[in-house]
């Protein structure tokens, strides 16, 4: 049996992974921890961790109305740089990211159901990739994928941490069209949210599958093509049974 679209872009977070407590400051603490380690002065911890979300968190909330990703190196960058933190030998910046996303890293599981499924739709003949809004450096993000085992999966992976815009601006589903070499009608979009993925899938002509894990209400204004409740339900919309 071959599936009906010829590719099929997927989020990340939410729709394969389940992230788990997103939480700021264990990470923070084990940054803290192997800057201490260095015998590197630092400021009192939690003058750290604030000062950390009152850099970040205004660049997140700015993220959402520009569509320009807000990068987490770029406010950890300006944490160092605040405190005069002074980084030597082995203690790089892309050492502290790496000590950082570890930490992020383990709360993360992909659920249940996704191996199976992107089995079956690799051996049904359809090309996947991920497009995934993301403030975390594209050489981490690396890494994860690597670390779930879903590499093997997918011919591409486009991050909003290296791109001009996020989703869902167009130019972003745009590069999926790009790697793919295909019109947007052959390409279904799968992910949780329904104005980042539905929404701007839908904007450049592709088909969207909105996965509603928790039964949500759909809000007016965005109708997705299809509406799934497990990644299961991707093996099935062939037979209009969704």
Do not use: C
Not at 84 to 100: A, F, Q, R
Not at 195 to 201: C, E, K, L, N, R
């Amino acid at each position: 049996m071959n599936f009906p679209f010829k590719a099929i872009g997927f989020d990340w977070a939410y729709t394969l992974v389940d992230l788990g407590e997103e939480d700021d400051r264990k990470p923070l603490q084990k940054v803290f921890s192997f800057l201490d380690d260095n015998n590197i002065s630092l400021p009192d911890f939690e003058v750290l961790l604030d000062k950390l979300r009152k850099i970040f968190r205004p660049m997140i909330e700015n993220s959402r109305t520009t569509n320009q990703e807000a990068r987490f190196e770029v406010a950890l960058g300006k944490l160092i740089d605040h405190f005069e933190i002074s980084l030597n030998g082995g203690v790089t910046l892309n050492k502290l990211l790496e000590v950082y996303y570890q930490e992020v890293y383990s709360e993360r599981k992909v659920y249940p159901e996704v191996v199976s499924v992107l089995s079956s739709i690799k051996d049904m003949g359809a090309r996947m990739g991920i497009v995934s809004n993301t403030t975390n450096p594209v050489f981490m993000k690396e890494k994860e994928m690597q670390a779930t085992g879903l590499k093997p999966f997918f011919e591409f992976a486009i991050y909003s941490s290296e791109t001009p815009y996020r989703k869902p601006h167009h130019s972003i589903f745009e590069l999926a069209m790009t790697h793919l070499n295909m019109n947007p009608s052959e390409i279904l979009f799968v992910g949780d949210d329904i104005s980042m993925d539905v929404a701007g899938a839908q904007g450049v002509g592709m088909k969207s599958a909105w996965l509603n894990r928790g039964g949500k209400n759909l809000p007016a204004g965005i109708n997705p093509d299809y509406e799934l409740h497990s990644l299961e339900d991707l093996l099935r919309i062939d037979l209009a049974i969704l």
